[in-house]
């Protein structure tokens, strides 16, 4: 499936347009994964016109790629190129408070969007091995 395919599926997915806290990764053209830069704005635009709309990213931690998913508002200002040029959200926000993560989060997630090299029919995700969340 080519990117607009998968983007266009998504957005007229019922269970997309009803989520309301995601997790998403921000592609990277050198991993080859799928372009996520629109689906992120669309979510990012759902957030601020809905108030109980949340968006987090992965932030790698450490060298072992131990990973937090964080909140973010915009990705102009949020977003820093890390040590592999992949962007991830700054730790601290705008302000200079510590940026909310999903596992610390009071309502539970509704959809969780992640890069694959392949997927079987159960759902069984083939990666790249590079990464792991934090709990």
């Known amino acids: 499936m080519t990117d607009e395919a998968i983007q266009k599926h998504l957005f007229s997915a019922e269970w997309y347009q009803n989520s309301k806290r995601i997790c998403a990764y921000v592609s990277c053209a050198s991993l080859r994964e799928v372009v996520t830069s629109h689906i992120l704005s669309d979510l990012l635009g759902k957030q601020r016109q809905y108030a109980d709309t949340k968006v987090y990213v992965p932030r790698v931690e450490d060298m072992e790629s131990q990973m937090r998913m964080l909140h973010i508002t915009n990705m102009d200002d949020d977003l820093i190129l890390n040590h592999m040029n992949i962007l991830e959200p700054t730790p601290l926000d705008s302000s200079g ?37 934090c709990f």
């Not at 079987?120 to 995700?125: C, E, F, H, T, V």
């Open 97 to 133: 408070n510590p940026r909310d993560e999903v596992m610390q989060a009071n309502e539970p997630l509704d959809l969780l969007l992640l890069p694959g090299l392949a997927f079987d029919r159960k759902g069984g995700r083939l990666g790249r091995g590079g990464g792991t969340i």
